[in-house]
């Protein structure tokens, strides 16, 4: 990257000579990275001054791209991003520039390079620092799984032009999400990736979004995941199995009896935890910031405390690995217990609304448990209550009268 010569609105020139339209810029963010954009020539107008002086105003406009660079790149894989994104950048500032020749003059220089879809998308996920990042990056991941595996598509698995995304293609790839996954993950994983799709379009790499129209419909009021009963449960606890890890252990069954999500769970620290009233207090990482209801209280019983234990207050109570590797030890231990159901960690959440709801608990206390802010998230956990006490009645013998 050249070196910055800030303005005074922390803007800097990264390409672009005098008499080049656009020019690529970079702007200075508070959170340690520059936000990089087009700056477009628009002409100047002659005014007037208030003291009667005539000068030139130059007219001009911008184009944010939705790509970010590390100001102070520490790693090489932070300095390998930043040459890449600017990369990426540089190519479409080329683009913009043939669009305005051929508005302008009637021709177009020919273009030496094309954005490579799936690396504008990798850069896109680099800089990207939501809670959601990995879900984004395997629903291309899958995406180039589809294309590798699918005849006629499979010589864009490594390069991909943004003019060759098309709706079938989209359309292909949501039937092979749901092909290959159940529950919710087929919608998750697409709305996950029409949502860079979206910020490819606003940022002109596609001309056309290739997704409208193009959706997975799924039942948000139908519970999908598998839910562990309560003589489960017990079965869980009381199996071991050989080289366990405790910590993942302890956090599974907190999470049976409390109804956290992993990505909660995780980062829940001593200061939490209030032993004098018994209670627990976090904000949940999912609606932080967006909801009057991200702050849930948990009370908390002897066996909860027994599973939280003590420790100083800035220590994380469940110090997990990675959640892949949680999720391999969750698969093994489930396996171990013989229980024939496909359990993911979210499980844990579900099972724990399912049975506090059929041991006789109203749905409000439910929804303040869970941390929901409208009872229609909770409803789900009562229609799959119903479904289980119809299974338990259809169980009977048959009554012959």
Not at 17 to 33: A, E, F, I, Y
Not at 330 to 343: F, N, P, Q, S
Request: proline letters at 3%; charged letters at 30%; glycine letters at 6%.
């Amino acid at each position: 990257m050249t070196k910055k010569n800030y303005r005074g609105n922390n803007t800097y020139l990264i390409e672009g000579n005098t008499g080049d339209n656009p020019k690529l810029m970079g702007q200075s963010l508070s959170d340690g990275r520059d936000s990089l954009y087009l700056e477009f020539y628009l002409g100047y107008d002659m005014v007037e001054s208030k003291s009667g002086k005539i000068y030139k105003k130059i007219r001009r406009s911008t184009e944010r791209l939705g790509l970010y660079v590390w100001q102070a790149p520490r790693t090489p894989l932070e300095r390998q991003q930043n040459k890449e994104t600017i990369e990426i950048a540089k190519k479409i500032r080329f683009e913009r520039g043939q669009e305005m020749l051929e508005n302008a003059e009637g021709y177009r220089l020919r273009k030496t390079q094309d954005v490579n879809f799936h690396d504008w998308y990798s850069s896109y996920v680099d800089a990207y620092d939501k809670t959601d990042k990995n879900k984004i990056r395997r629903a291309h991941e899958i995406f180039v799984d589809f294309l590798q595996v699918t005849p006629g598509y499979d010589i864009f698995a490594s390069r991909l032009k943004p003019t060759q995304l098309s709706k079938e293609m989209i359309i292909g790839y949501t039937e092979y999400l749901q092909r290959h996954f159940n529950g919710e993950t087929p919608h998750t994983l697409y709305s996950r990736f029409k949502k860079v799709i979206k910020v490819a379009v606003e940022s002109d790499v596609i001309r056309k979004n290739p997704c409208a129209g193009v959706s997975i419909k799924i039942d948000k009021n139908k519970l999908t995941k598998d839910v562990l009963s309560t003589e489960e449960i017990i079965c869980l606890v009381q199996t071991h199995y050989p080289r366990e890890n405790a910590d993942i252990r302890r956090a599974f069954i907190f999470c049976l009896y409390a109804g956290l999500r992993w990505c909660d769970v995780k980062d829940l620290i001593y200061a939490n935890v209030d032993y004098a009233n018994r209670v627990l207090r976090f904000e949940q990482s999912k609606t932080k910031g967006h909801s009057a209801a991200s702050g849930v209280v948990i009370p908390l019983n002897d066996g909860l405390l027994k599973l939280i234990g003590n420790g100083k207050r800035d220590e994380r109570i469940f110090p997990l690995p990675s959640h892949t590797m949680c999720l391999k030890a969750l698969r093994k231990w489930v396996a171990k217990a013989g229980i024939e159901k496909h359990i993911t960690w979210h499980c844990a959440r579900h099972s724990f609304a399912t049975n506090i709801l059929s041991n006789g608990a109203n749905i409000k206390t439910v929804a303040s448990l869970l941390g929901h802010s409208d009872l229609r998230h909770t409803e789900k956990y009562t229609r799959a209550v119903d479904s289980l006490k119809e299974a338990a009645i259809n169980s009977l013998p048959e009554l012959s009268l």
